[in-house]
């Protein structure tokens, strides 16, 4: 049997767990001087807080590498595979390092999802499809969907992409004209944070949100996730400008956990969905 882990780049809460069928790995957040674990240790309340009232910059890092191998080795010991599906290598170095962390081990693979948050949910629904299979062929089958995963949104400011690391200076002048909002996604094939285009105004740029989710055309059989980051207002404007075909489709709001809405900044809003072909 494979048992499935992710890391907290996935916004799967602690309290999911049972519902997607994974463990987590949860990252660190660094805060004020104070190390978290994201989801364990840091409330969304507090974290918000800190970054619009308090006006403090988070940096994130690793997952507890001696808790990961600890709880995987335990899995494997008692028979199983296990399937780690990280947070895209573009905008984090855990999956490298687990890459190398488990390389030698046969019963554990690790898969770099070129994506996050609703992504990665999406990866671990497919992957959940296949738990008697060979690492193998999960592996083959969730390849084939990687590069159809779209994440697309608008972020308030570019500040928190680019003060992350996550988002070139260039993009980050060029996305910060007034009254411009730019469309941030993720690339399926790099796993890097881009520029999909540009909107002047926020109800211009809810159309394009939407005239991007019809372009790339969105596969009916995986769930279209609504994404947020703080305040819900945005992402209500853009599901009611939504056709009614794709909201039939609709997965639960995700508010964003700490460890990615602190590159996004509060009131960010988007969908991620599988397109119907690799375009």
Known sequence: MIKIFVDSGSSIKQNEKEKYGVEIFPLKINLGGKEYSD??????????????????????SLPNLDEAQAKVKECVAGGDQVL???????????????????????NVRVIDSKTAVGGI??????????????????????????PRIKVIAIPETLDYLHKGGRLSSAAWIAGSVAHVKPLISLNSITGRVEVAGKALGTKRAISALVAYLEK?????????????????????????????????????????????????????YGYIFVSKEEN
């Open 39 to 60: 989801g364990i240790d840091l409330s969304l309340d507090t974290f918000y807080h800190a970054l619009i009232q308090g006006g403090l910059f988070p940096q994130t």
């Open 84 to 106: 780690i599906i990280c947070i895209s290598s573009g905008i984090s170095g855990t999956f490298s390092t687990f890459k190398m962390l488990f390389e030698s081990e046969p």
């Open 121 to 146: 949910k999406i990866l671990v629904n497919e992957a959940n499809k296949y738990l008697s299979e060979s690492l193998d062929f999960v592996e083959e089958k969730l390849s084939t969907l990687i």
């Open 216 to 268: 790339h055309g969105c596969d009916q059989n995986h769930k279209i996730i609504p994404s947020y980051t703080y305040c819900e207002e945005n992402l209500y404007r853009l599901i009611t400008a939504t056709d009614q075909q794709y909201l039939t489709n609709m997965d639960d709001f995700d508010n964003l956990d700490p460890a990615i809405a602190c590159h996004w900044g509060p009131n960010a």
